[in-house]
Nanobody, 126 residues
Framework: QVQLVESGGGLVQPGGSLRLSCAAS????????IGWFRQAPGKEREGVSC????????YYADSVKGRFTISRDNARNTVYLQMNSLKPEDPAVYYC???????????????????WGQGTQVTVSS
C-alpha cells in the first residue's frame, strides 16, 4: 500500500514562491511516474507536473512551464514541486500521486494515477 503525504502549502503573495514536498512510503521505486496535480474550487483536477521513475524525464502543464520545477530525492523517497512567480490563478489544493501502469494517455491525465495523497492547500493573495 502506497502512502503519499504532501506538505509545504500555505499563503503567499503574488510573485512569491513555495516548495511542496511529497513523502512516499510503503513501496519501492516501482512506479512509472509520480506527479503533482491541483484542484481549485468548482474546477476539475488538473495535472501540473510529473517525473518518470526510470529516466527522470519531466513534464509540465503549459500554465506552469518556466515557473514550476519538479525534482526528486530518491534517498528520501520525496518529490518536490518548486513553485516560483505564483499567480492569482495558481491557488488550489495540490496533490501528489503515483501511477504504476501507464496506459498511454496524456501523462498528466489524473485518470492515469492510482495512489493519491491528501493534498496541501496553496493560497495566493496580497
Amino acid at each position: 500500500q502506497v502512502q503519499l503525504v504532501e506538505s509545504g502549502g500555505g499563503l503567499v503573495q503574488p510573485g512569491g514562491s513555495l516548495r511542496l514536498s511529497c513523502a512516499a512510503s510503503g513501496f519501492t521505486l516501482d512506479y512509472y511516474a509520480i506527479g503533482w496535480f491541483r484542484q481549485a474550487p468548482g474546477k476539475e483536477r488538473e495535472g501540473v507536473s510529473c517525473i518518470i521513475s526510470s529516466d527522470g524525464n519531466t513534464y509540465y502543464a503549459d500554465s506552469v512551464k518556466g515557473r514550476f520545477t519538479i525534482s526528486r530525492d530518491n534517498a528520501r523517497n520525496t518529490v518536490y514541486l518548486q513553485m516560483n512567480s505564483l499567480k492569482p490563478e495558481d491557488p488550489a489544493v495540490y496533490y501528489c500521486a503515483t501511477t504504476t501502469y501507464y496506459s498511454g494517455s496524456p501523462i498528466l491525465a489524473p485518470g492515469e494515477y492510482d495512489s493519491w495523497g491528501q493534498g496541501t492547500q496553496v493560497t495566493v493573495s496580497s
